[in-house]
């Protein structure tokens, strides 16, 4: 297989990881729909910081990390589960009262951009993905490593920025659409607050009866 094929292979492999609803999808859906494009928009942007540092993580580390992951996943799945469940229970708690500046009390897109990046980086499947993917498409007969992590670290970011990034224009606008309806707003941004915490739960407690 050519260096092209390779690279074709690994876009299907991340694309399909990517589409499929997740942790940072919904963060991303929770932020539009409470906060608006923009603030979906910088979520997205923490994540894609976080897609960065998982390519490093396997350019550099995969070997090593490798040896840690049995050690690792549960501590790193308990704690990713929590942190999202505590900020679905923000969200639930902060989306009483919407107007065109978005909920009382909500997160700037500043500090959406950081929970966006810390939510990608305690996601164990992103960490599993890069464990069991990055071995597979790192090949010295390609090329040097580094160039190859590069490439394969700019597909996954512009991967992230196409589908998170749509996700959130196309749910920001959809919010603006509910606006009017301060009580149709807050509601959905109740549900996605407790789509986050049920998600959170279930990913827990699949995780633990896999170990």
């Known amino acids: 297989m050519g260096y092209a094929e390779n690279l074709w292979l690994f876009f299907l492999l991340l694309l399909g990881i990517i589409i ?7 963060f991303v859906l929770a932020n ?3 906060g608006g494009s923009n603030r979906g928009l910088a979520a997205t942007g923490g994540i894609m910081l976080g897609g960065v540092v998982h390519s490093l993580n396997g350019a550099i580390g995969v070997g090593l990390l490798m040896h840690f992951v049995p050690i690792l996943f549960n ?3 308990v704690a990713g589960g929590a942190y999202m469940a505590f900020i679905g229970f923000t969200l639930m708690r902060s989306s009483i009262t919407v107007g065109h500046g978005g909920p009382a009390g909500s997160r700037s897109a500043w500090k959406a951009f950081r929970q966006g990046a810390v939510t990608c980086l305690i996601n164990p499947k992103a960490y599993l993905f890069i464990f069991a993917v990055y071995p597979q498409f790192l090949k010295p007969d ?3 490593v580094w160039m190859q992590a590069v490439i394969m670290g ?4 512009a991967t992230q920025f196409a589908v998170y990034g749509g996700l959130a224009i196309t749910a920001g606008r959809s919010r603006d659409l509910l606006v009017a309806n301060p009580q149709a707003t807050a509601l959905a941004g109740r549900a996605a607050g407790l789509l986050l915490v049920a998600v959170s739960v279930f990913t827990v407690w699949e995780g633990l009866k896999m170990a």
């Not at 499929?20 to 919904?26: E, F, I, W």
């Not at 700019?154 to 970011?157: E, H, R």
């Open 142 to 144: 390609y090329g040097p």
């Open 20 to 26: 499929v609803p997740g942790m940072d999808m919904l």
């Open 154 to 157: 700019t597909m996954t970011i």
């Open 75 to 77: 501590p790193l799945l």
């Open 32 to 34: 539009s729909l409470t």
